[in-house]
């Protein structure tokens, strides 16, 4: 990975006042030194920041998570697609929850078929419902530039949803979309092959950690999905940032965790 220029960086993230405290730190032992980098980096004092955690190994998705409703959906099969075209194929053709009969068009993700990033959010919005494209819009343009911040184009990450449908009138996904939808993204994390996950926001958070926790309790941590290990570390939904940009400097600590991830 490029190093980052800070002055740049934190200009593209919109962040013009900010100080790393102490931007060295032993970063071999991961999970002991994270919590603390990312305490050091933040712009907020440190009461505000949550407490260490053990890091755990993130289970397949094959649960509806803690607080889920009924399933009302069956959960599409595991896929045998060899290639993201052919999972890609698989996606459009679902109707295994009911956001088959209101979507105008599925949105499967977009980026290149292996890529060191992958991005997941909870689920296509009404702009990309339309265009078919994950992550367009105002909140598109943050993750642009979340993305620029770390000396990377949209074009060199991966970046995807939870649900490949888009909920009517922008709602939360329900427990048992999730649930249905899952053995797609897991197929695509297969496939990408990454080398860091980053949930975007609480929904996808929850989702993927299998937990009722606040984002804010579990941001700030390394997780590892699946059974690859893949570092996992969880931040603020682009959305959310457009509504509260005083947390921007809480997602540059998050981006330089899940950079501190990438073998060199
Ligand atoms: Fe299928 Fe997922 Fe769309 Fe539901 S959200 S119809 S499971 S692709």
Redesign the pocket.
């Known amino acids: 990975m490029p190093e980052l220029d800070r002055d740049a960086i934190l200009k593209q993230m919109g962040i013009m006042q900010w100080v790393l405290r102490d931007a060295k730190g032993d970063e071999s032992v991961v999970q002991d030194k994270t919590a603390q980098s990312v305490q050091a980096m933040s712009d907020k004092p440190a009461a505000e920041e949550p407490p260490a955690q053990s890091a755990s190994v993130v289970e397949e998705l094959n649960q509806p998570g803690p607080a889920a409703e009924p399933v009302r959906?069956a959960q599409?099969p595991e896929s045998t697609a060899q290639n993201l075209d052919a999972l890609r194929n698989e996606?459009a053709a679902?109707?295994?929850?009911?956001?088959?009969q209101t979507?105008t068009q599925?949105v499967f993700g977009a980026g290149p078929d292996q890529a060191d990033w992958l991005f997941i959010g909870e689920a296509p919005g009404q702009q990309e419902d339309r265009q078919g494209q994950p992550f367009v819009g105002r909140a598109g343009g943050l993750l642009t530039q979340m993305v620029n911040a770390l000396a990377l184009s949209r074009e060199q990450v991966y970046v995807a949803n939870m649900?490949?449908?888009h909920p009517p009138d922008n709602r939360d996904p329900l427990p048992g979309?999730l649930f249905?939808?899952a053995p797609?993204l897991r197929k695509q994390i297969e496939l990408i092959q990454p080398k860091v996950l980053v949930a975007l926001g609480q929904i996808s958070a929850q989702a993927l950690l299998k937990s009722d926790q606040p984002l804010e309790t579990l941001r700030g941590q390394v997780y590892q999905y699946g059974a690859n290990n893949i570092p996992l570390i969880v931040t603020y939904h682009p959305a959310y940032l457009l509504r509260q940009p005083d947390d921007k400097g809480k997602v540059w600590a998050d981006l330089l965790l899940a950079h501190r991830q990438i073998p060199v």
């Open positions: 959906s599409v996606v679902c109707e295994a929850c009911a956001l088959a979507r599925t649900l490949k449908c979309e249905a939808c797609f």
